[in-house]
């Protein structure tokens, strides 16, 4: 049972978020392919990746890597900022254009935050908030994001 109620939250939040993105892409507010769209949810999760970062993440080349990086760039949503401590290396940077963009599920996250605060006891939320830490930071180690704070809508 636990496993069928995770599934149906993870699923109607991509669903609405799909949903999100296509009626953009009817009305021409997005320029992002569907892989372009997957590779800028890796870099913005990963925090600033380097291409071979990235290319290592998805297990790509780097020079396939870096075409589709190039891409990005050119349509705005990335920025190439070179390393303080190695001048020879970059890191990748979303644009306020991409955030801008990806806000579309961080409105939906929070409007649920906000009624699951308003359904349950400041006491269930501490719970569900505890669980959810030990599910992300003990739980998935597969996944390199430890701390997504970057990804919270304040810093959208």
């Given at each position: 049972m ?22 953009r ?10 892989v ?64 801008d ?56």
């Amino acid at each position: 049972m636990l496993e069928a109620e995770f599934s149906s939250v993870y699923s109607k939040f991509k669903l609405h978020f799909y949903k999100k993105v296509f009626s953009r892409i009817q009305t021409r507010e997005m320029s992002l392919t569907t892989v372009e769209t997957f590779c800028m949810e890796i870099i913005h999760a990963l925090g600033r990746p380097t291409i071979n970062e990235f290319a290592n993440f998805i297990s790509i080349s780097p020079p396939n890597a870096a075409y589709k990086v190039n891409s990005l760039v050119k349509k705005g949503y990335l920025t190439r900022e070179q390393s303080d401590d190695d001048k020879r290396e970059y890191h990748l940077c979303v644009t306020q254009k991409y955030l801008d963009y990806y806000n579309i599920s961080y409105q939906y996250l929070t409007k649920v935050m906000g009624r699951i605060e308003a359904r349950f006891s400041p006491e269930e939320v501490a719970q569900l908030e505890r669980m959810l830490h030990i599910i992300s930071h003990e739980l998935m180690p597969e996944s390199p994001v430890e701390n997504p704070a970057y990804l919270l809508p304040e810093k959208l």
